[in-house]
């Protein structure tokens, strides 16, 4: 009986490995502990009814076998998706009551060498009861085989000696398997969690990349058709003029796909110097004069780079609606510094004096300043963005930034 308390205190290794067609082997490595209980049976020679006992004691301790084997088998099953907390096949319950009934039945009929089986019963009941808190079926099946096996071997009056060393095991080996069963779905929780980050990554990624999309394609798309719309107005009225469109055009499609590439790559960073310039070709191109502040190209790059590109990417967003939809003459740009609550911030002011009407206001707040916001607030939860119509004509668009670009 001392061998089985080394053996049993494993109680958690049905579940290790071997899920699937050696499982079997697994779950059945610890009954090489019955070895010695069985070889003791056989020493009963004086038995009045040796032959009956034996093979009683022989079908018994088979269909204790099977019984363990196949409950650590569906325990095994049910491991990858069943929560702690379910009871899960229902098949387990009748097994855990056959391996209790043949432990209390067979100590007192054959040997009292035989209450070792309560240790099987206490590993079975931890990994196959629900893990629910307060109280813990599997614990209060684990408790209860420690207790039957001290009352019964009290009862059979066999030596302390013999059963005292065997109750740390027998409620150690369902501790062991409670204590697997823990692990596995906190390893189970962090892989969901992981799964979870990743799926949230990956769109984030897509909304990146449809964000810059739609800002670079929508921006570099305007200026691409007003310049294509001016050179075929020229092409039979001034061929220079219509030839440095042209050129233009070329530079442009250049300029948009370099940018789509680098934004699909994830190197995309607009600065205002950039924005500023290609904001002047896009008015021109519009036939819309542009005023836009010197200091915009002069103060890019001076500062914190996440600021300025979600400022730039306002500006762009900013001009490519003025371009589409205001019908404006006029388009001011201009850098602001100014503190908001005792914090200095940094505003991108863009003002048009077209004729708003709802129509053009519907079209002007599009998804682009949904991205733009997001882009801003991604800078600092203090940002914000202001759109809506001017006095006394025009529309004017805000963004503002909690931090100093300027030294």
Known sequence: ???????????????????????????????IYLAEPLSQLFDHRDHPHVISTIAVTLVCVAVFSVAYVAVNLIIRQEAAT?????????????????????????PPTVDPEWVVLWIYVASACGGA???????????????AATVAMAVESSLL??????????????????LGVIAVRGMRDLIRQ?????????????????????RDLHDLAGHSLATITLKAEL?????????????????????VSREALSDI?????????????????????????????????????ARSGTGDPDAESALAWCLREAVTNVVRHSGARTCRVRLIDARVDGAPSLTLEVLDDGALTPATAAAAAGNGLTGLRERLLAVSPDAALRVGPASPNGYRLTATVPIRLGP
Request: aromatic letters at 6%; a positive charge; one cysteine or more.
């Open 129 to 143: 009861l629900p893990l629910r808190r307060p109280p813990s079926p599997a614990l209060l099946g684990g408790l």
């Open 1 to 31: 009986m001392t061998q089985c308390d080394t053996g049993e205190s494993g109680g958690d290794i049905p579940f290790g490995p071997g899920r699937g067609r050696a499982g079997w082997l697994f779950a059945s490595i610890w009954l």
């Open 190 to 210: 962090l892989q969901l969690a992981r799964a979870e980050v990743a799926r949230l990554a990956a769109s984030e990624e897509r909304l990146r990349m449809a």
């Open 82 to 106: 069943l929560p702690s907390g379910e009871y899960g096949d229902r098949r387990k319950l009748w097994l855990i009551g056959v391996l209790a009934a043949i432990a209390a039945v067979l």
């Open 261 to 297: 590439r680098e934004a699909v790559s994830g190197y995309r960073r607009a600065t205002l110097a950039v924005e500023a310039s290609s904001a002047r070709m896009a008015l021109h191109a519009a036939g819309i004069r542009p005023d836009i502040d010197p200091s915009i190209a």
């Open 231 to 251: 050179a075929r107005k020229l092409l039979r009225v001034d061929v220079d003029r219509s030839e440095q469109q042209i050129l233009d055009l070329e530079h």
């Open 157 to 174: 009056d066999v030596p302390a000696s013999g059963w005292l060393v065997l109750l740390l095991p027998c409620l150690f080996s369902c």
